[in-house]
């Protein structure tokens, strides 16, 4: 049932993932009080500006697209585990940490809860307008999602780097070996062979090395696997930093809270700390607030992503517009 992920034969560097990290908090965050109008127009022209963007992207965004884990869309598509479990069943994220009676138990959830939340949706319309955004300036993506929206919306695969696994991807619960094996086709079939919350017995995956249980390819604790892959992607990630540390780059920031800042929003400000050509783009429901020392080089918009992204590329286009009419004005007025 299990397959190995084709990985390749490039070599790769193993990558210390803790070189990305920076755990310094700013002390001095302020919500801007520039009208969101505004807000638009001067993050257009940072985009327009820039030689490259930096796109960092956490469940926010995947939420702002309609990957709802809570509420509504939890309640009707898990009806029947919040029945058997009770009011432990609060939402999908909590519900993955649910001591389960059995591995056939905690396989019914985890192959519904990978299908409705990565194997199922298509490239959702947020993520692909996010795409047409950026899709003409070099970029890359740094993203702890997990759900290959990215993917599925296209952006280049050899430009993501997912930190935090997939879930299409699966491993060994120990961690005994640096492999991760594809599982889509395994959810695909467990979905299908579900009942009553529970997969057959002979569907369970063991480890194919010592034999011991698998788990969701997702940093939930110390035995996620780094595999060939992923330091693949932190390499290309490094070697963008590295590539463009003297260009005008953009840091669009898209859905990061504080339940992971480490890897996007901290290191972000760090960059923008030690690169006075660096601009932060930052837009978050509620958590757009900005560190104050970044002044006119950062915008903080605090609004629905969705609407956020629709405006800014409007704002974009407007931007490429009176640039292109100036440029006919001055060839003109240059020929007379």
Known sequence: ?????LSGNKSYERVNFQQFLCGVMDRNYIYQKKPYEE???QAAKFLEEADTVLL???????????LIYGGERFQRLFSDFIEKYGRDMRDMYSAGFYPYPSEEARWGYWCRHAYVNGIEP??????????ELIKEKPYFVL???VDHQFQKSGFDENRIFATQG????????????????????MFRQMKQAEKDCCVPGYMVPKCPVCGGKMTMHLRSDGHFVEDEAWNLAAGRYRDFLWENRNKRIVLLELGVGFNTPV???LPFEKMMREKKTCRLIRLNLNEAFVPESFEARAVGINADIAKSIDDLKKAVETEQRQAAGKEQKDGSEGKA
């Open 143 to 145: 993203t702890t999602n």
């Open 56 to 66: 960092g992207a956490g469940a926010g965004l995947s939420a702002a697209a309609g």
């Open 166 to 185: 997939d879930y299409g991807e699966i491993q060994c619960a120990r961690g005994c070996h640096d492999r991760v094996y594809d599982a889509v086709g």
């Open 39 to 41: 807000q638009i127009v």
């Open 263 to 265: 890897i996007i929003r």
């Open 122 to 131: 298509e490239g959702l319309p947020l993520y692909k307008a996010l795409y």
């Open 1 to 5: 049932m299990l397959s190995k992920k």
